[in-house]
């Protein structure tokens, strides 16, 4: 979520709504979503050509170092999928457009930010690398993290302009004045703390005539955010004479935010301003507007999930994802991020919206060659849960199920339909797909990769995947694919092999073994 304005409102009045802090020996939730696209955006890394993901992964770990150096233990929290109500589909299939624009301005030399592909899985490697405590959420997370927030009663480190809303206990520390790389120690000691600015909600309530905090998520929701966006807000908006306060160059800048705070401020609960807020729409609307207004409210509320309990056990209970009758392992496999939110979204929605990523718009998108992959991934997922099943009154027995896929077509956005590919009995269960064979597994994804068994049987184990994979692509890809793309993939299964053989001399036969073989073939 993110309201409008919001953000660089309180920071253009840092000195009012901030405090310093030297934060060390405490706990930290931290919005995992926030931190990678920090850490991407604002390292200097190549964001054109696929991913420096080798760089990046330095800079999480040293990222994680620090907050170590400052005996600052860190709690990861990770979006999960699309919320279940599906509310933001409209703000989620803006950003995409707006993410393939950024992506062709850097296909053809320009500037921008868009992380590459593999950011969030290459950012979860590093967590578990360094043993740093993370959960992934079913859907968003904001709540949850404030909820966890409040009950150990520790900040929250993010970049999103909710947590001005949220009633946090020790508050929110913006990552753009986290000055993580600039350590320091206290005077007199040899201990390390990190220097940080703490977000005051009841400073900035005192600073709107003591206004109520209770008034704040109806401000989040008609100043505008990734929920709420009615015509009929506007016209609200544009009757109410809004009291704008000082004429300033910030004040005009934040025109919408500082109106809405002065007016708020003269009610005494979001009861009374709200009745005041229906006052200026047609009648025909109000009932409809209350009841988006306030089911919209409802987000800034305590969380019924407590993710202590996955931090402490290894589970949690999410109403939600419980609701859907979900296998358990799936479950799990969400929360520990060992399935992506592409899952989420497809059990839940019946539809995912495809990444975008710097390539040539002019070509069909990447993700055409995977399809027939996510079709067998569907035909998985069928089963899952009755809400996957076709429910329409004139679908036939045999009518495969349908997935939507929200793609690139050139400069733009489509929604395209995907039938779940239907598969033998035996794999058609995903309730008991842990508990076939290790064999058994393996042929579904080399018939899903449409690769024999024979031909990877001279391969090193290590290879196997990734060369699989090379020839599902070289099977697939509607480019032709030359010798030196080919050789490029080649070299860079390599890279890590030869760099352990280097790290670690006593494996120095691996490398040049697994070299000869992928040359043999």
């Known amino acids: 979520m993110g309201i409008r304005g919001l953000m660089s409102f309180v920071e253009d009045h840092s000195n009012e709504f901030f405090t310093d802090l030297k934060l060390r020996d405490t706990k ?133 302009s909710d947590f001005c809303i949220f009633d946090l206990k020790t508050g929110f520390c913006p990552l753009n004045s986290f000055q993580w790389r600039n350590m320091s120690t206290l005077e007199g000691t040899q201990d390390y703390y990190i220097p940080a600015k703490c977000f005051s909600l009841d400073a900035l309530c005192r600073h709107f005539s003591n206004m109520s905090k209770a008034l704040l998520p109806l401000f989040a929701v008609l100043c505008g955010n990734d929920h709420v966006n009615l015509p009929v807000i506007d016209m609200f908006l544009s009757k109410a004479r809004l009291p704008f306060g000082a004429t300033s160059s910030k004040g005009r800048r934040h025109h919408r935010v500082l109106g809405l705070l002065n007016w708020l401020s003269h009610f005494a609960d979001p009861t009374e301003a709200l009745s005041n807020v229906l006052k200026y729409l047609p009648k025909k609307d109000r009932e409809n507007v209350r009841e988006l207004l306030c089911c919209s409210m409802e987000e800034y509320q305590q969380s019924p999930v407590k993710l202590q309990d996955f931090f402490q056990r290894g589970t949690y209970v999410c109403p939600d994802a419980r609701n859907l009758g979900l296998p358990e392992w799936v479950l799990v496999a969400l929360a520990k991020g060992q399935l992506s939110p592409f899952i989420s979204d497809a059990l839940v929605l019946r539809r995912t919206i495809l990444h975008t990523q710097v390539e040539n718009m002019q070509q069909p998108n990447a993700h055409r060659v995977s399809q027939p992959i996510r079709q067998i991934i569907y035909g998985l997922l069928r089963s899952a849960s009755p809400h996957l099943q076709n429910t329409s009154r004139n679908a036939l027995p045999f009518q495969p199920l349908a997935f939507s896929e929200v793609e690139r077509v050139n400069k733009n956005i489509r929604t395209s339909t995907v039938n779940a590919v239907e598969l033998p009995k ?27 068994q024979t031909t990877l049987e001279p391969v090193p184990a290590s290879l196997k995947l990734p060369v699989a994979i090379t020839c599902y692509w070289l099977q697939h890809v509607e480019a032709k694919v030359k010798l030196h793309h080919l050789q490029a993939l080649l070299l860079g299964m390599l890279t890590g092999p030869l760099h352990a053989m280097v790290s670690s001399p006593g494996n120095v036969d691996t490398a040049p073994r697994q070299a000869q073989c992928l040359a043999a073939h």
């Open 28 to 160: 930290m939730i931290i919005d995992g979503y926030a931190l990678f696209h920090r850490l991407c955006f604002n390292s200097n890394l190549e964001l054109r050509y696929g991913g420096d993901y080798d760089a990046f992964a330095d800079v999480v770990q040293k990222f994680f170092e620090s907050l170590c150096a400052c005996n600052i233990c860190p709690y990861v929290v990770l979006d999960g999928g699309c919320d279940i109500s599906d509310k933001k589909l409209t703000t989620l299939k803006d950003r995409a457009r707006e993410k393939i624009q950024t992506a062709h301005s850097l296909s053809v030399g320009g500037n921008g930010c868009v992380c590459p592909l593999l950011i969030r899985e290459v950012f979860i490697q590093v967590l578990i690398k360094l043993q740093v405590r993370f959960v992934q959420c079913f859907s968003e997370a904001d709540r949850d993290i404030m909820t966890l927030a409040n009950h150990w009663n520790c900040p929250v480190l993010s970049s999103d």
């Open 426 to 452: 035996d794999h058609s269960d995903l309730s008991r797909l842990t508990e076939l064979s290790l064999d058994s597994r393996q042929t579904l994804l080399l018939e899903t990769l449409k690769v024999g």
